[in-house]
């Protein structure tokens, strides 16, 4: 009778019958059962959040970031996919209001980034031999997460091409016809070994059913309801933005009182699952109303005679009646979607298969303990909860519907309103435009609703972002990620900011030949990732960058060159000429240890080789991107944007550095701040930045 | 009896059909009657593109080269829009075997392209009061292209994700959420206006109509048949290869021998009309073979009962027989389209509603005409008689399939085959990928042909991939206009090319202050959009950019310094200062004149005025994209095709301009140039650039 936790029901359902019909004792007893079920998988689940913590929560704005550009630590690593794979299975057993649909993408892209390296430390496996080695770098890394995402949507929904939708929307930015191919041909083969995996009826891992039986060749619905759906959108995204408001605050309490202790992030996960049993368990003995099954069904189709069959009695006459509110708790949520698009309406008068104080006694309690659930230490997704909450809303504004007008016919089937309903919550709680369409229309398979979908979702985004941002970037933002938004901050359009005013002017740089130890000092005293070499030879124009990662290899493979080669040469007078004048590294070696280079930490610094040169010409990258302190901050903010910079020189007309942009730069706020402080210290700074050098 | 020209066909059979059984004298008055219409249509088709020759054509390669970057003249034009709808009309009312989708895909571009204008000399209309002066420039003129185009790929095929794809696939290089959401909500417009101006069950004006009729709930196909539908689409490669590989060669011709003149080109439309007709005529009359109309339909579907209706007798008896070759020619290319696809084969045994010589006496000859056609002057889609010649094709792949095998549900209906064949005749001819899968998915309305179709497309592109390039692409080049690839030219990339290679190293630059003569030289001397400003006072680096319109503007306005403000300052050792030594031209009245900016031609330069000076300061483009010399060709290219550049600096690390690179430097061919020069005569070369400033 409690939720059954494999794919497989009907046996255990069987089990459990006879107590449905008990009294109070038993019914203690199986409450117990059933909590004690629940708790123990959500214990196990946060077990391995716990061994791995970013194999908590859904995944998906992990991925986001990681495609961003922001290379967030251990989220691509195999550890992190086997706990979030067991660890999504025990949460979704646990009857927690997760799905395992994010959780999907997130090990799509961790497979993707595996395959694409060839190597992984956790298993010991290293392809250097191959030709693997030539991915091994940022940009293809992101290329294979992208196409291992698209995967992922791919088997979660059963949409190529939304999946591919998806990674482009969310991250590539750049609409690379290579990439777009990869991850088509990705896509496509995550569907061709669905095909066979699995056979035919069963296809998708995830389905809406089949639509188009109730009509036939007509269409689903009339053109003036497209104005509902409009409505059906904008509820959906105001319910959403609710949604996105309280786990807001949620998270922000949590960050503060619960997420800095393993232990009590453990607790928070046993006392959810607690909250989530009891009130599963009191809303059908609160309902505590026996619905006949219904028995002419000559000319009901055979998905449907197949949803009878998974209602669930609860208390009533097994095989005869069940109980409407159970039926929608306790099986997976997955048939409890299709339950609530493809019942039909029973007849032309009130009697429906989900009557409407169901609907609402499953929808509020569902909907606040999914807000609860989201950001605890389980891996857990947020599509199959916003799109079962969403579909009862719908399916109970449809059912609101056919009781203002009892004619049949007038309004289309609650379960076409109960599909706008699923996208529109879902549309509402994520904000994302085209590939959530393109994802829902393949979930749904029917053609017909590309454009009710297009206006709920288009009506949710509108009405959500009213009031907040999706759920997603919130959870990006809170977590002080500099996350770059697809289109430049209004602002920075407004004000036409040029790059020269948000760029911070304290240049950390070094010399095409510097000592070991003024290169080891800077290393210690900052965290940047790439710094700009400066020509002093030439007054100060860019040679070229040197990113973190080479300088710490070639100071811990001692490529130091003797005191003596040189004169010390602050002076711009002197040329150094072509001759070495430190022992080469090959690139190779400082290549090969990616993704783990060497840390500082790593690096033994002894006094006597502090005085050594380091030739840092022959590792420079000499033509690094750069922008003109005059350029508009547009071309900036595409420029890190498309090509996931992390770092970017600003240099004047002669070529010389006289500033630095980092991504927290184009964050909104450091961008009012930049304009705040006003052109006049601009131009001070300028002073300065000019004066380190 | 001869093809019926407008939407509404019946009326018109009924009068033809007395004709039918005939004695020769009225065959041959029924072959002039048809003849003489079909020639006079195509005649009227072609004055127009005579008129405006930039209309004839499908327009696709046009709006692909705006989108890439390449602003050819006219295609935008109101009068372009004209001339290609009216025309467009008659040449599918003569009967001519061309498509109309792809014009409309043009007209949605023009369209859009003056909606963005707000202004048209032809029409005499000038919004410059209203905010639609903000879009009056080259990029946002091609965001709303792009977003035309989505509408016109919505409206022709009813797929509103595939011409957003489209969009972005062919043009939009750089992927803005921006463009994708405008390109999305224009799609969704044209998707809603099409059900508000049609009913409900003939949406669209393209459609593929209702594929999952015949087998209810369960698939179309067999798993094993993704192996039958990959050998349809690698034939279907073969086939568009093939096709492309004749036109080209048409194509090559006739621009030596006909296109040069307007009146030839004229005839040759009267002579291939003929053609035409002749061909048209004969194919049913060799055929001369009558079937009988099929009886037992008790358990056909509405749409086939339909289908059946437009049948043409063709010297059958009416009613009860039909000439199969007949009913394919002379019906709508649309109606053949949905016959092919969606009549059910007759029974278990040989008898079809067309037999496999009917439908090969169809395929050759068409496919042949089709050949022929695309290319004379006037406005002709190839989307229709490819994607109809790929259904006769797959019909017969199917058809013989069937004959292989006698029992019945071995192998999928032949109209499942007909929609492979289709894709993958279209897939060879235009070798596009993710968007035409999803348009093609869109038009069909069935989500189970995703993997079919994806399979196919991909083996189309792969194998016609072997022989030659798309049929669009092939136009581009012979035009020889240099459009970019999506990707670099792996030539480029096998042999690590940097910009210091490929770059022009005869740079023609002006100073920030420069006589008028001079200028006005320079313009004459030379057709560039773009000149380098280059500052002497500090040695030669890079001042900015001017472009041509603005310099031909300010000698139009005489916004002229007395050539007695400054002396000669050829020396570096001069610094101007701030003063302004000419007066000034307000940059409103610069940009107020585009897209039509004065021609040199309109410049009325004086003797006197040669030596006057001209303050380029206040109008340059202070901060130019550039790249330094030693870039990987893959940043400069992915710079020229993201924005669609036409012109980049070339600078060393001091930001001297070294050279210049544009389009045409980055075809394949000029790469593959500027490796076989070689390093050294680069290095000459590059001496020869600085000593030039």
Known sequence: MFYDVGLDDGATQADEDPSASAGTTEWVAAFLAFAAYQTFFAAIASLFVWWEPVSG???????????NGIDLPRVVRVKTLLCKVV???????????????????????VVAAGISQGKTRFWGVDTSFSKFSDFRNDREKRDFVACGAAAGVCSAFGAPIGGVLFSLEEGASYWSTKLTWRAFFCAMTT?????????????????????????GESSNFSIWELGLFVIVGCLGGLIGAVFNAANEHLTIWRMKRINHSKFRRFLEVIVVSLIVSVVSFLMPLLWGHCTKIPKDMQEWTNQEKNLIEELIPFGCTPGKEYNEVASLIFTEADTAIKQLFHFREAGADDSSTFSSGALFLFFVPYILTATLTYGIAVPSGLFVPSLLSGAAFGRLFGHLLHKLDHTNGTFADSGTYALMGAAAVLGGMARMTISLTVILLEATGDMQYVLPLMLTLMAA????????????????????????EPDVPPIAERNEIVAGQVMSTQVKCLRPVERAGVVYDLLRSCGHGSFPIVDTASGGTLYGTASRYMLCTLLQRRAFGSPDVLEDYD???????PRRLSPLVQWDTIERAYPRYPKLSDVDMREGDRNCWLDLRP?????????????SIQRTYRLFRTLGLRFLCVVNHNNQVVG??????????ALTDSLLRGRLSHEEADEDGRGML
């Open 57 to 67: 929560g859904s995944g998906i704005p992990e991925i986001k970031c990681f495609l």
């Open 619 to 631: 590792y420079a990258n000499t033509a690094p991107y750069t922008v003109n302190e005059t350029a």
């Open 571 to 577: 002076g711009p007078q002197q040329h150094l000429g």
């Open 660 to 669: 630095i942009i980092t991504r927290k730069d184009l964050l909104p706020e």
């Open 87 to 109: 660890g999504v299975t025990f949460s979704v057993a646990a009857g927690l209001p997760v799905g395992k649909e994010g959780p999907m993408v997130h090990s799509g892209a």
């Open 191 to 215: 569907l061709a070994t669905l095909f066979w995996v699995r056979n035919m009826d069963t296809l998708w891992l995830f389905s809406f059913g089949e639509f188009n039986i109730l009509s």
């Open 461 to 484: 985004r509108f009405t959500g972002n009213v009031f907040n941002e999706g759920l997603y970037d919130i959870h990006i933002k809170l977590k002080k990620i500099p996350f770059l």
